[in-house]
């Protein structure tokens, strides 16, 4: 139990990598708080991950929704020791069709969503502290067709160097997990493809990887609870990324 007695806030906890980490999460002893915009995908999470959570509804980018969160774990457990930083999303778009739109929507879930997240929290945090951001391997790729969510991506990169400089003489960690391909139930929509494209793609991805597979949700959970842990507790201002093609 490396993380028995922790109080824990995953945002977008309530589906794909977010639930995966919430339910490693408490299974090495944490209580965790989870968030998500869909009320009806939360009551789901909720019921599959049991006593040890408590759902709340709320959208990373808006800052008033974010204080919530914090206000509610405050009055609940009085404190927070983990927070990852998960809530996000994009897919392809080539540059001639990026529309100021698109460019809002990305940046508003990938950035300022994860600066809110971080910031509401960090009231509740003190010495020994752990914040993990979830980054991708797209922000060091240069992938076409991924501008906007790379470069949001990339951002949280800075963001975790800088933060880690800022909060070290506070004892608070803050490091980042870059996944690969992590097929979920929202890998095929966000990436604008269908369900045959999405196993062919996962198929030959898993071909040209060292370990012959591709990522799974609970390998990011894993990551998550090593850096959250007394074992990774001299690791600050890195991330750890995921094998890729």
Excluded: C
Excluded at 117 to 140: E, K
Excluded at 169 to 197: F, H, L, S, W
């Amino acid at each position: 139990m490396q993380l028995d007695g922790k109080i824990a806030l995953v945002t977008g906890g309530n589906s794909g990598i977010g639930l995966g980490t919430a339910r490693r999460l408490i299974e090495e002893g944490a209580f965790v708080h989870i968030t998500g915009r869909r009320q009806e995908a939360l009551d789901r999470a909720q019921a599959a991950l049991g006593p040890s959570a408590r759902a709340i509804q709320a959208d990373v980018t808006r800052k008033a929704d974010m204080q919530r969160v914090a206000d509610a774990i405050r009055d609940g457990k009085g404190r927070l020791d983990i927070v990852f930083a998960n809530a996000g999303g994009g897919g392809f778009i080539l540059l001639e069709d990026i529309t100021e739109a698109d460019f809002d929507r990305s940046f508003d879930v990938d950035v300022k969503g994860v600066l809110f997240t971080v910031q509401t929290a960090l009231p509740l945090m003190g010495q020994g502290g752990s914040i993990v951001l979830n980054t991708s391997i797209t922000a060091f790729m240069g992938l076409p067709a991924f501008s906007l969510y790379a470069a949001g991506k990339a951002a949280l990169v800075s963001f975790t160097k800088t933060w880690a400089n800022e909060l070290r003489k506070r004892g608070i960690r803050v490091n980042a997990v870059a996944p690969g391909v992590v097929p979920t139930e929202g890998y095929g929509k966000d990436m604008g493809r269908d369900e045959d494209q999405v196993r062919r793609y996962v198929e030959r991805v898993s071909r040209e990887i060292l370990v012959g597979r591709v990522g799974t949700v609970e390998d990011i959970g894993n990551a998550v609870v090593y850096l959250s842990s007394d074992a990774g507790r001299f690791v600050n201002g890195i991330e750890i990324t995921s094998m890729a093609a």
